[in-house]
């Protein structure tokens, strides 16, 4: 695994661990740095959305109904005052994306935090254990991968009323099914090799084959996977939004702030356009980098 | 070959009726207060238990329940709280219209997908695999609905303001009303789904075409002098699309219930818009009627790609 300087005379041989080495190809790789950086700047927005409440003046659900709207009532295109133009509300676009910024991430992050915490352990147990638990498992797997997702979160959503609590867990309780799956697939092979035999053989125990030695080979995938999944889960979550079923309001964010424009895209292109485009800009950026990351920790994929 | 079928079929049989019991149990339990809204604002407590007794609302849930299954094996899935319609007549109406979406953007996104796979994986890491890659990314990126709203923007409002009505604003013409309508009206929708998942297959065939085309019968096939376009596509491409057609079938089963959004946008009333109003609406009936369609849609695709599966590579049959 290791045996990557094979130069006989190198005074002093690095072992270099397959995680390190996919580190070193991903470092290289410009559009991933690119994207990470994009993200970065997508992060310190987030956190430092109240910087932009204060530079501006306007607190994300303050309406300005005589400085914010046209006499007519309309939303205020971009101005020296409103750097991105105000909402149907005479709210600032900007300050609002700022702070939406803040919602898409937040459960961008903890849906994929629960999804693959519960994907691995289900997926190691399910392979690794066998029997019953493996054939529970491997038929809840199929029930949640087969239920349209979409459908059954809008449904539940409106059941139980919106909150970031809810969209959390609604994706999160969707979404581990395929984590669990390809853990399972690599589980169902590992388990087979002589290294657990070697453990089992030293007296370890169930759990600690499972999460010590198992669980650190099969964290390839599952990274790659990972990655790929907070872009998604952003999607998910803005797509709630944009449907009606996001945070109630005043909240901002993404999809909902869309929601909102929907209706006056042919006289308020801002109003549509700039939360459009943070959210486009976070999905890409995310999506740029999971790629990276896919082919740092598979280079054969993308071998020439 | 029978007996993996049987079994094959049993499983998917018993995911369905699993999914019986959670969408049951998810929707029936939770507060409903839909025999309010149909009694009106100024409903007697008796005008509301008798509208409960009539849709067996007042019954146990295990009651309702077995009533449901029963019924649901008779191909009843029972009817709308609004107006009785029969859920599969409902359903029946949806359907054509989510069909029409779905494959009309199967072909797209298929064309689309494996095209560009094959160009990037005949010239790798090229300015065109570059290009094409970063192209399917972008659109891989979007948002359905802010695809949606784009296209109607500059394709809708924009050409339509310039004199060009070339397409509507949204809605379902039949085809049985003339295929140039039922054209029109699916366009942007397609143009829409097509974008979005053509970057999945781009990836697959890539992938596929890069390791097939690693294969000593390629070299083979060149060295007999064999022309490249004949070797790509004859040899290469034949046994590279086994996954893209694996991930197509499953793909075409979950668009059934996952077109929620482009329905949406572009408001067709297909099984996702029916879905979101019966949602709206508190129609437990039509709810669990559309998600156990489209749940067995999915089920059914799988099935049919496990099968195909068996058939290709007889591995597959000893496990």
Known sequence: MTAIMEVVEAPQI???SPFTLAMRRLRRDKVAMVSLAVIALIVLMAVFAPVFAHLTGHPPNEQYRDTGLTPDGLPRGPDGTFWLGTDDLGRDVLVRIAYGARVSLLV????????????????LAAGFLGGIVDTVLARLIDVVLSVPFLLVAIALVSVTGPSLTITVLVIGFFSWASVARIVRGQVLSLREREFVEAARSLGAGDTRIMFVDILPNVLAPVIVYTTLLVPVVIVTQATLSFLGLGLPPPTADWGGMINEAQAYYTTAWWFILFPG????????????FGDGVRDAFDPRADRS | MVVF??????HGLLV???????????????????????????????????IKHRLGLDQPVWKQYLHFVWNALHGNLGYDYYHQVPVTAIIGQALPITVSLALGAAILWLLLGVFNGVISAVHPRSLADRGLTLFSLFFYSFPSFLLGLLFLYFVYFKLTLAGFNWFPAGGYSPLAQGI??????????????ALLLA??????????MLDVLG????????SKGLRESRVIVRHGLRSALTPVVTQFGIDLGQLVGGVVVTETVFSLPGLGQTAVTAINQQDLPVIIGIVLFASAAVVVANLLVDIMYAVLDPRVRLH
């Not at chain 1, 849906?111 to 519960?118: P, S």
């Not at chain 2, 140039?180 to 789904?193: E, I, K, Y």
């Open chain 2, 215 to 222: 294969e000593d019968y390629i070299r083979t096939a060149r």
């Open chain 2, 5 to 10: 079928l049987i079994r094959r079929l049993l």
């Open chain 2, 199 to 208: 970057a999945t297959y781009t990836r697959l065939t890539r992938g596929a």
């Open chain 2, 180 to 193: 140039g309508g039922w054209f029109d009206h699916l366009t942007l929708p397609w143009l829409t789904l």
């Open chain 1, 108 to 123: 961008g992050v903890a849906a994929t935090a629960i999804t693959v915490a519960v994907g691995i352990v289900l997926g």
């Open chain 1, 14 to 16: 690095q072992g270099r």
């Open chain 1, 277 to 288: 485009l943070a959210l486009l800009i976070t999905t890409l950026a995310f999506n740029l």
């Open chain 2, 16 to 50: 369905l009726w699993l999914i019986t019991v959670a969408v049951f149990a998810l929707f029936f339990i939770a507060p409903s207060n839909v025999a309010q809204s149909l009694a009106g604002r100024q409903a007697t407590p008796e005008t509301i238990a008798l």
